[in-house]
């Protein structure tokens, strides 16, 4: 048998359990009910996993299986294999396991590092596994040691405050039970319980960065620099992480006001100015996450290329980012779109052409259309981007154009006129975009800054019969 059960209750088992089900209360990591699928190598952290969350899956009510990814990249791996799918028999649960040819994937790919292919195939094997057994979610063995390691890794890369807060208990459909308990404890754990976990030879080699930071780095910081450097990391991934999420969720707040996603994902230049850094940077990378679904491959500098972009960068410049995406500076701000739609767009040169308004129907003007409806009551609902006029009141043919030198502007509700520009500096409107804005007059004077205010003349009196009602729709915002 794999495994022989202590049932003796021994106090370092005690305080590691307690310390599990405190990490798995707190983080709200189980549901009663749920599924669970333990990914296991057969190593001390995921056996510990299996075992622990066995002997707790009665008393929080959920399901347990268990899953064993082969990478195909040792000879003693189908050994493995076998191993966990007796424990897995020994302990009642059921076990699936899958080889991957870890190598191919790595070649066909052109990923130079196995160890990066190898956790994105395992991934998606736990994943189609999790989804064909009821949609479970996934427990892994990662532990305090590894979070130390984690951020550390993060580090050396120049990874931010994201980084530097390392794992999450609990990321989507992927749960980290054990990340409140270290190496030692489970190494002590498996002894205590009779677990007798298989070593992985390249768990020791320091071809894998990772290892390097494991078997040389950590020794001399703790030897030459702080006894207690694991315990100051642990504490720097928490303050870190906190913060993180305090600012992600600020950011989060922006969207609808200095940011919208659609087809594509733009950011408004004028309002990100007027935010702190931490909150611009963060805003930039929702941004890219938004579009790319992920920040994989984006770096440090990619962020700072895009923000200096976004607030200082020349219209029509481009950035092209991993994965097919593009970034670009528009008039408004900047833009992350698909970099191949993007090649069929046609570019916006020259001030909107002059062009006579339909009545009844609809109007191209740029990248805009208005709509000319002729009715008969005021609408329940009127936004920003629909305006009603007394019909009688107005001189056609009503023209929609782009501003002109001298413009005045009479908007509804204010006594006198003002100068167009200065209407457009009190809305906030950025200068490089108000050449784009359509504006609509009759023979007489503007009636409507198209998507802002519309004009004191013609307006809706009680003696009103017949209403001119306006609406544009923009095809592009940014």
């Given at each position: 048998?794999?495994?022989?059960?202590?049932?003796?209750?021994?106090?370092?088992?005690?305080?590691?359990?307690?310390?599990?089900?405190?990490?798995?209360?707190?983080?709200?990591?189980?549901?009663?009910?749920?599924?669970?699928?333990?990914?296991?190598?057969?190593?001390?952290?995921?056996?510990?996993?299996v075992h622990i969350l066995h002997?707790?899956?009665?008393?929080?009510?959920?399901?347990?299986?268990?899953?064993?990814?082969?990478?195909?990249?040792?000879?003693?791996?189908?050994?493995?294999?076998?191993?966990?799918?007796?424990?897995?028999?020994?302990?009642?649960?059921?076990?699936?396991?899958?080889?991957?040819?870890?190598?191919?994937?790595?070649?066909?790919?052109?990923?130079?590092?196995?160890?990066?292919?190898?956790?994105?195939?395992?991934?998606?094997?736990?994943?189609?596994?999790?989804?064909?057994?009821?949609?479970?979610?996934?427990?892994?063995?990662?532990?305090?040691?590894?979070?130390?390691?984690?951020?550390?890794?993060?580090?050396?890369?120049?990874?931010?405050?994201?980084?530097?807060?390392?794992?999450?208990?609990?990321?989507?459909?992927?749960?980290?039970?054990?990340?409140?308990?270290?190496?030692?404890?489970?190494?002590?754990?498996?002894?205590?319980?009779?677990?007798?976990?298989?070593?992985?030879?390249?768990?020791?080699?320091?071809?894998?960065?990772?290892?390097?930071?494991?078997?040389?780095?950590?020794?001399?910081?703790?030897?030459?620099?702080?006894?207690?450097?694991?315990?100051?990391?642990?504490?720097?991934?928490?303050?870190?992480?906190?913060?993180?999420?305090?600012?992600?969720?600020?950011?989060?707040?922006?969207?609808?006001?200095?940011?919208?996603?659609?087809?594509?994902?733009?950011?408004?230049?004028?309002?990100?100015?007027?935010?702190?850094?931490?909150?611009?940077?963060?805003?930039?990378?929702?941004?890219?996450?938004?579009?790319?679904?992920?920040?994989?491959?984006?770096?440090?500098?990619?962020?700072?290329?895009?923000?200096?972009?976004?607030?200082?960068?020349?219209?029509?410049?481009?950035?092209?980012?991993?994965?097919?995406?593009?970034?670009?500076?528009?008039?408004?701000?900047?833009?992350?779109?698909?970099?191949?739609?993007?090649?069929?767009?046609?570019?916006?040169?020259?001030?909107?052409?002059?062009?006579?308004?339909?009545?009844?129907?609809?109007?191209?003007?740029?990248?805009?259309?208005?709509?000319?409806?002729?009715?008969?009551?005021?609408?329940?609902?009127?936004?920003?981007?629909?305006?009603?006029?007394?019909?009688?009141?107005?001189?056609?043919?009503?023209?929609?154009?782009?501003?002109?030198p001298g413009d005045r502007f009479?908007?509804?509700?204010?006594?006198?006129?003002?100068?167009?520009?200065?209407?457009?500096?009190?809305?906030?409107?950025?200068?490089?975009?108000?050449?784009?804005?359509?504006?609509?007059?009759?023979?007489?004077?503007?009636?409507?800054?198209?998507?802002?205010?519309?004009?004191?003349?013609?307006?809706?009196?009680?003696?009103?019969?017949?209403?001119?009602?306006?609406?544009?729709?923009?095809?592009?915002?940014?």
């Amino acid at each position: 048998m794999p495994t022989k059960t202590n049932t003796s209750r021994k106090p370092g088992i005690v305080k590691m359990l307690d310390k599990v089900k405190t990490w798995i209360n707190n983080y709200r990591l189980v549901k009663p009910g749920g599924r669970i699928l333990a990914a296991c190598s057969g190593g001390p952290d995921s056996l510990a996993l299996v075992h622990i969350l066995h002997r707790l899956k009665d008393e929080h009510g959920f399901s347990l299986a268990v899953a064993h990814v082969n990478h195909m990249l040792r000879p003693e791996a189908p050994e493995e294999a076998e191993f966990v799918e007796a424990f897995s028999t020994s302990l009642g649960l059921k076990c699936f396991v899958t080889a991957i040819d870890v190598s191919a994937y790595s070649k066909a790919n052109k990923i130079s590092s196995q160890e990066e292919a190898a956790r994105l195939l395992r991934y998606q094997c736990l994943r189609s596994i999790a989804a064909a057994w009821g949609g479970a979610q996934i427990a892994t063995g990662h532990h305090r040691d590894d979070q130390v390691e984690t951020v550390l890794l993060n580090f050396l890369r120049g990874a931010g405050s994201g980084g530097l807060r390392g794992m999450k208990p609990l990321n989507g459909d992927v749960m980290r039970p054990l990340l409140a308990v270290s190496r030692p404890e489970i190494e002590a754990y498996c002894e205590e319980q009779g677990l007798q976990p298989r070593r992985d030879s390249s768990n020791f080699t320091t071809e894998y960065r990772r290892n390097r930071i494991r078997l040389e780095l950590l020794p001399v910081l703790e030897k030459s620099y702080n006894p207690a450097i694991r315990e100051a990391i642990w504490r720097l991934a928490s303050l870190a992480g906190d913060e993180h999420d305090y600012i992600r969720g600020e950011a989060a707040k922006l969207w609808g006001k200095v940011a919208i996603a659609g087809d594509c994902v733009a950011i408004e230049s004028q309002g990100l100015a007027a935010l702190p850094t931490a909150l611009q940077r963060e805003l930039i990378r929702q941004a890219i996450e938004k579009k790319r679904g992920a920040l994989t491959g984006i770096s440090f500098e990619h962020v700072e290329k895009l923000l200096t972009m976004a607030l200082f960068g020349t219209v029509g410049s481009l950035l092209t980012l991993p994965g097919g995406f593009i970034a670009r500076k528009t008039y408004a701000g900047l833009v992350v779109e698909n970099g191949a739609l993007y090649q069929s767009k046609p570019v916006r040169t020259k001030k909107l052409e002059p062009v006579t308004v339909v009545i009844p129907g609809s109007t191209t003007i740029g990248s805009s259309t208005i709509v000319a409806e002729l009715v008969t009551a005021l609408p329940l609902k009127k936004g920003k981007n629909s305006a009603v006029f007394d019909f009688v009141k107005l001189t056609l043919p009503l023209i929609v154009r782009s501003r002109v030198p001298g413009d005045r502007f009479r908007p509804a509700g204010l006594n006198g006129s003002k100068k167009l520009k200065n209407f457009f500096i009190d809305y906030k409107v950025p200068e490089a975009v108000r050449d784009y804005v359509p504006i609509v007059a009759d023979q007489q004077e503007i009636i409507w800054v198209a998507g802002y205010r519309q004009s004191e003349h013609a307006r809706i009196t009680e003696t009103t019969k017949k209403i001119l009602q306006l609406t544009i729709t923009k095809q592009e915002e940014f």
